[in-house]
């Protein structure tokens, strides 16, 4: 009896201490202290929420390093196809510019194919070397007019001819001649429609007029009022390389002879026609004893090297000399010559 007492001792104060708890459920009490059913289940939903969330972004963030590897290796493989098209170009470029200077040393006889001597007028001409398709022009520099000595004239009739029949603006036309003019004397007078410094300064360019000869003929394009169209269609008959003081016709282009005698472009045309016409009617030999020099301009293109390559080089072609041909310089990516509209459409008919 007294042990049954001391062992229900403490149920009988933990009910007298409930029953003084007014409200109080023993079984709402147990229950309280453990997580129901649902509580779990909702716990295992969230946490598993939790990890799906970290694998997507895992996943995404792998995707992006991927992507990342992907593009770089991609960069790197076309950077280094480019590198080798260009190193594969300038070796074709290379061996066009000896064969034309071993062209131009050679002496054709009587008997020699017409096709085989090339005549610097600068006609393009199909060259293949080791399966690349080559277009290779060649000039006689001396056929060029000097952008140093040529009048206001022969330039308002480069710059009308480059123009074309669509664009010309003959005001256009005669500032431009004689900003060019204004660029290369030494003093400060302005002509009619010129430009000198005061006109640069009022234009926001850095420079003024160059108040010297022309170094370049790409220094033609800092001439105040130049387009790169106009530049394009112009530069191909200018040179500052002619130290003989005049042009020579036998090559020369269409506009060359159109600006230096005054004529109209269907006129040079026709003579450039029967220019290079046989000697005779019944003979395919053409009039080639002397092909002038002795500077001659070689521009090489390919059209199938990553889109498109050029290259321009000016030969020094001295018989007898210390060696057979000089390469003066060479450039590399320059533009594609833009075509003349006017020159094509008297070509045409």
């Given at each position: 009896m007294g042990a049954d007492g001391a062992a229900q001792g403490p149920g009988r104060r933990l009910a007298a201490v409930l029953r003084h708890r007014p409200g109080t459920d023993i079984g709402a009490q147990v229950h309280a202290r453990a997580p129901s059913r649902r509580a779990r289940r909702r716990a295992r939903v969230h946490q598993r929420g939790i990890a799906l969330v970290l694998v997507l972004w895992i996943i995404a963030l792998l995707t992006i390093m991927a992507l990342g590897l992907t593009t770089t290796q991609r960069t790197e493989t076309a950077l280094t196809r480019n590198q080798i098209d260009a190193a594969r170009f300038r070796a074709h470029a290379q061996s066009a510019l000896a064969l034309t200077a071993l062209n131009l040393l050679s002496t054709p006889m009587e008997a020699t194919d017409p096709g085989a001597v090339w005549l610097p007028n600068g006609a393009p001409r199909a060259l293949s070397i080791d399966g690349v398709e080559l277009t290779v022009t060649l000039s006689n520099e001396a056929s060029r007019i000097d952008l140093n000595a040529a009048t206001q004239d022969q330039l308002a009739t480069l710059i009308e001819l480059a123009q074309g029949e669509q664009g010309f603006d003959a005001s256009r036309r005669d500032a431009l001649a004689d900003a060019i003019v204004d660029w290369r004397d030494e003093d400060n007078l302005t002509q009619l429609n010129g430009a000198e410094d005061d006109d640069y300064d009022a234009a926001g360019l850095p420079y003024g007029a160059g108040d010297g000869p022309f170094n370049s003929v790409e220094e033609l394009r800092q001439v105040l009022g130049m387009t790169r169209e106009l530049y394009q269609r112009m530069a191909q008959h200018l040179t500052v390389?002619?130290?003989t003081g005049r042009v020579e016709e036998r090559f020369a282009?269409?506009?060359?002879?159109?600006?230096?005698?005054?004529?109209?472009?269907?006129?040079?045309?026709d003579m450039v026609t029967r220019r290079d016409q046989p000697l005779f009617e019944d003979s395919q030999q053409t009039q080639f004893g002397d092909r002038g020099?002795?500077?001659?301009?070689?521009r090489v293109s390919s059209a199938n090297a990553g889109g498109g390559r050029h290259m321009e080089a000016l030969l020094l072609i001295e018989r007898g000399g210390p060696s057979s041909y000089e390469v003066l310089w060479r450039r590399f990516g320059l533009l594609a010559p833009a075509s003349d509209p006017t020159a094509a459409a008297a070509a045409g008919r």
């Open positions: 390389h002619n130290a282009a269409p506009e060359v002879l159109a600006a230096i005698q005054g004529i109209a472009l269907e006129d040079a045309v020099g002795p500077l001659y301009r070689v």
